[in-house]
């Protein structure tokens, strides 16, 4: 048999095997095709369900702030109070929360409150959604007839979409319940019905959500409510009408037959030409070669993540532009841009959303750079940029579209993430300078956006230098005074109005060698923005409580950063050092920021709970110059407020900061906290803080900070200047 015979069975058996497995391939890619389109049907009705319970949740629990609240069940049910309703009812639900209905029930489910459409309205305007919404109601009362059900559910909602004249509304109906101690005249509670138009926020919601083609409300017959392509919101109405969520079901199967018809016909065709299919095989073959070393190319010089060059692409690109230079003078820029409190989005919504916003960050910057410019990232969320053949001007220009293109909300599906960048700059024309000087400067210039408030981009300055030097310097000779246990505390007297000390503030203070005395101004900000602020707050909370053995009935206020709160062992290691140190917790006040409330995780709300559980108070440092609300007031178990000094520094200038110290201790009063003004300085903001009603004051007027073995002297020396001619003489002030 010659080696045409051979190559003639070999082809013919080629054909043979490709007929048959193309009919086969055939018959299983229109089996294929079927069940795919089915599951693709069955998986949008799934998705679309679980959309719309998750919707309906969601309204329920933006409800829950205002429904699971004290004042609300003293003035909705103890004593009716029309514009308290108005304020945080009508006003709030109706105009913050965007629902178009809000009415109130009492006890009796009669109607004693009314808003609809940003407008109160007699409550005698429920009649028209009574028979709508009695179903609900009833649900309502049958779980109130059940404590230990209520109690177990916290939030008691019941949500459903209804037919109000020719619009699908979803009516929730919620239980108003008291969130401490609140209590209700008689057995049942108000009930709040609120009521928001589904057709836009569904429509809208579903479209972008879940990538449906068409979605619509639409009301329809009995006829036409089931479908695969639908989702009934309410069964039928009375009038025999009900409401769907209708949208154009994806057919991948479908699409997939249509393209690969055209396939299997060339398939067809080749397998009957044998020399021709063996060419085309080997041709593939090579091509795939190809690809694969295309593809290990790309690999080795990319970012497997978004596709942008990597560092060791950056690298060769600074080099080609930078040996441009020699021969085309000009201007190279480059820019190292960092995001900002990235780190926040891993540890709220976990590292799939990290890499989310990263593509979204690598995709931004593809449209905002040149074609001839080169992005790179450098790893984490560090990105830098070459832009060569260029001017500082447009470095600049560049600098701030990267800014603004890089700053406001992105939407990661399971929440929201508020993007913004800082930008280092390097413009360089001498073609000596060498590259990596180039991409340490620009990272000089990063790091001193980002210490200027961040979201902002700065060139390289010289002088940047010598201050980096400096800062890490100090930063150096800190971390060493931690290591060698060189920091040392100084104690701040905590007096009432009669100025016998109460308690003491615990202070870091830091004398170098070399320096002097470092202020702590300088060194707690080094300290948190370098992570050392856990180890210095370890070492003044083990001094202070050593300390605090010396004396009997002070009251000793450590402070807490937001670094310490959030780390999931800090609990453990207070607790080890009071186990070490032999001190009592209910001996000490930890002092928190608003910063640190501001998180309120799990994490943090749960270390909250297990300090208060070990017998220490808390107090919220600084209260009024961040963003605290009442709702963290509530949340988490504070103690005290302490007021911080900016008001008190201007008590006796400004009628404004003194409304607001006076706002303050109000606010304290009514919620059973204390109050305790920081910065008391001059004997004129001590008597005005007394007329208002604070406590309890601190400050270089009442004792600078001093050491431990001084404060049992002063507190005997306080106790005896306070005599009962004292007492009446401030009084009478």
């Given at each position: ?39 693709e ?61 809000v ?38 009362r049958a ?23 020719n ?16 209590k209700t005249?008689g ?23 879940f ?10 017959p009995?006829?036409?409510i ?24 994806r ?22 030409i044998?020399a ?7 041709r ?7 690809l ?23 690298t ?6 930078h ?28 590292h ?34 070459i ?27 399971i ?30 210039a ?26 890490k ?15 040392t ?16 503030e ?26 050392l602020?856990?180890a ?10 050593y300390?605090s ?38 001996g ?27 017998g ?23 103690d ?10 201007n ?26 003004a ?33 404060i049992?002297?002063?507190r ?18």
């Amino acid at each position: 048999m010659n080696r045409n015979n051979i190559e003639l069975k070999i082809f013919g058996l080629i054909v043979g095997m490709a007929v048959a497995m193309g009919l086969v391939a055939a018959g299983l890619l229109f089996t294929a095709t079927r069940q795919a389109d089915l599951r693709e049907r069955q998986y949008e009705q799934g998705l679309v369900g679980n959309g719309l319970r998750q919707r309906a949740k969601e309204v329920q629990t933006s409800l829950n702030p205002y429904v699971i609240w004290d004042e609300a069940i003293h003035k909705l049910d103890n004593q009716f109070d029309l514009a308290w309703a108005n304020q945080n009812i009508g006003s709030s639900i109706g105009g913050a929360l965007g629902y178009s209905v809000v009415f109130v029930l009492d006890a009796d489910n009669r109607p004693i409150y009314g808003h609809i459409n940003g407008t109160d309205v007699s409550p005698r305007a429920f009649d028209a959604y009574a028979a709508q919404t009695k179903t609900l109601v009833d649900q309502i009362r049958a779980i109130e007839t059940d404590p230990a059900k209520v109690a177990k559910m916290r939030a008691v909602h019941v949500s459903r979409v209804e037919l109000i004249g020719n619009e699908p509304v979803m009516i929730t109906v919620s239980l108003v319940r008291p969130d401490l101690k609140g209590k209700t005249r008689g057995a049942r509670a108000p009930l709040v019905v609120s009521g928001m138009p589904v057709a836009n926020s569904v429509v809208r919601a579903f479209s972008e959500r879940f990538l449906l083609k068409n979605t619509r409300i639409e009301i329809v017959p009995a006829s036409e409510i089931k479908g695969e392509n639908a989702q009934t919101l309410l069964g039928l109405a009375p009038d025999g009408r009900g409401i769907v969520l209708r949208w154009d079901p994806r057919r991948p199967g479908a699409e997939l037959l249509q393209q690969a018809t055209p396939i299997l016909g060339l398939a067809a065709l080749a397998a009957g030409i044998g020399a021709m299919m063996l060419f085309r095989v080997t041709r593939r073959a090579a091509k795939k070669l190809l690809l694969s070393e295309a593809e290990a190319k790309h690999l080795a010089l990319h970012d497997p993540l978004t596709g942008l060059a990597n560092r060791t692409l950056f690298t060769d690109r600074l080099v080609h532009a930078h040996a441009l230079l020699r021969r085309k003078p000009g201007y190279l820029g480059v820019l190292c841009l960092d995001l900002d409190r990235f780190k926040e989005v891993n540890d709220s919504y976990g590292h799939d959303a990290g890499d989310q916003v990263i593509r979204e960050v690598a995709r931004r910057l593809k449209a905002i750079c040149r074609e001839t410019d080169t992005i790179c990232r450098l790893g984490g969320d560090e990105f830098a940029i070459i832009q060569p053949d260029t001017t500082p001007t447009g470095c600049a220009t560049l600098a701030q579209r990267v800014v603004e293109g890089l700053s406001g909300e992105l939407d990661l599906g399971i929440g929201r993430a508020e993007l913004s960048c800082s930008v280092g700059v390097a413009v360089v024309s001498d073609a000596d300078q060498g590259q990596a000087e180039m991409l340490r400067q620009a990272d000089v210039a990063l790091y001193r956006a980002k210490e200027a408030g961040r979201g902002r981009y700065c060139f390289f300055e010289p002088e940047m230098d010598a201050a980096l030097r400096l800062r890490k310097g100090l930063e150096r000779d800190l971390r060493t005074a931690i290591e060698q246990d060189r920091l040392t505390v100084a104690y701040q007297p905590l007096t009432d109005a009669r100025g016998v000390i109460l308690g003491v503030e615990a202070l870091a203070r830091w004398s170098d060698a070399e320096r002097g005395d470092i202020s702590p101004a300088l060194f707690i900000p080094l300290a948190e923005s370098t992570g050392l602020i856990a180890a210095i707050g370890r070492s003044v909370f083990r001094r202070a409580c050593y300390d605090s053995l010396r004396w009997s009935g002070l009251e000793v206020s450590v402070n807490v950063s937001a670094l310490q709160l959030s780390t999931p062992g800090f609990v453990d290691e207070i607790e080890e050092i009071l186990a070490e140190t032999g001190a009592q917790a209910s001996g000490f006040l930890l002092e928190i920021t608003e910063t640190a409330l501001l998180k309120d995780s799990d994490g943090v709300h749960e270390a909250l709970r297990r300090i208060k559980r070990l017998g220490f108070r808390l107090a919220l440092d600084d209260f009024g110059t961040g963003y605290a609300s009442l709702a963290y007031l509530r949340r988490h178990p504070i103690d005290k407020l302490k007021i911080d000094r900016s008001f008190v520094s201007n008590l006796s200038a400004e009628s404004e900061a003194g409304s607001v110290a006076g706002a303050i201790i109000s606010l304290a009063k009514s919620l059973g906290l204390k109050t305790t003004a920081e910065g008391v300085e001059t004997q004129a903001q001590f008597d005005t803080l007394v007329k208002l009603g604070c406590i309890e004051f601190q400050g270089f007027l009442l004792g600078r900070p001093m050491p431990a073995e001084a404060i049992a002297a002063a507190r005997e020396a306080r106790l005896a200047a306070a005599g009962p001619s004292k007492v009446a003489s401030r009084q009478r002030r």
